[in-house]
């Protein structure tokens, strides 16, 4: 390399660029995971760029200060040793320079990331859970993280104890009685728990996995009360889901409807029900068994935005309801309310396969902006003497009256 091209003071190696080498083993949980499970350390070679042999004439008071630089920041080599190469000239003759910095055990690399009372901690998380093999193992996987838990570790150690001795006990966790351990506390750690407990980390999966009771679902409906055999004056209700499961209504049709309020303000069909999806909660109903017998009829219809979160949902509910048919989310309903479109503030490009062909064409027209960008025609905004016609009155609705 000439004067002209080679490497300047500002260019050389620095000892923060070796730390930072360092580091990345670090940040990876490789240093702690290697030293917990007594792996032998994988030397890390740093390669040191510096003044070449025709740079030191001009650059020789500068190369001296690198080098002291680097001599201090190893400690003796406590951080790191360096590696030398002789390099010369004709008019200075030959030197030894620094050609590269090794860090060759674990110990030198936790003293040149000053990291030892972290490596201090971890040793106490691993030392608490060496007599729960499962436990040890996780903390070994995720060292980065139970490092980070170090000051709340005995609390999680005891709450897991409590999971593990009430699992299939159908208790709620706000019955955990143990020191420290609180219903919040499970909830803001739950899915540490959910890895150490080997279940889903979902509010209710991680409790139905554990066997544990949770916070029941409710559906809301509007119904004829004769399909329920309620008394006359009873046309709504709010039931927890698994009651619900275990009733055999007797229903000729059934309409799920997105909004609230739209929910309360369509007709009842006779002999049918009227069911609140609650926008993605409408999977909730549509995992009823009886609702899924009605589906197959063709008698089932869902009603929701006309934008392409409301194509999610109905794909949602068709993976339950696969007869389940859409109504006023068509092609001839949005044009006809062009003047009360309005915007979707973060459209979804998901894929939806359970859409049928006409809706998928729709939906497509959608994300890809074919009226207008981000399209939304809520169901809030659609004429409502247009929408009622389209909706099954008081009379069973057939397949051929939502085609005309």
Known sequence: MTPATAPRPAAWTTPAAITARVAKRWDSGALLRGRASGEPFEPIAVPLRGPKAADLAEHLEEARGWVATLDRASRDGRAFRIHTKSVGGRHLGRTELPARAMIETFDQAIYLLGKAPQVQ???????????????????????????????????????????ERNRDSARYLREIDEPGVDTKFVEGHRSVLAGLLGVRPGEAAFAADLGLAHKPTFVRLRFDPQVLGFPAGIAEASLRTTELAALRPRIKQALIIENEVTYLSVPVPAGGMVIWGKGFDASTPASLTWLAEVAARGDVLYWGDLDTHGFAILNRVRSHLPGVRSVLMDRQTLLRHEARWGSEPSPTSAYLPHLDEDEAALYEDLVTGRYAPALRLEQERLDWAYAVRRLPPHSQLSVKDQCT
């Open 121 to 163: 901690r971890f040793d106490e998380v691993l030392a608490a859970s060496s007599h729960v093999p499962q436990v040890w193992d996780w903390v070994v996987a995720h060292p980065l993280t139970a490092l980070g838990l170090a000051e709340q570790w005995p609390t999680i150690l005891a709450a897991l104890g409590w999971l």
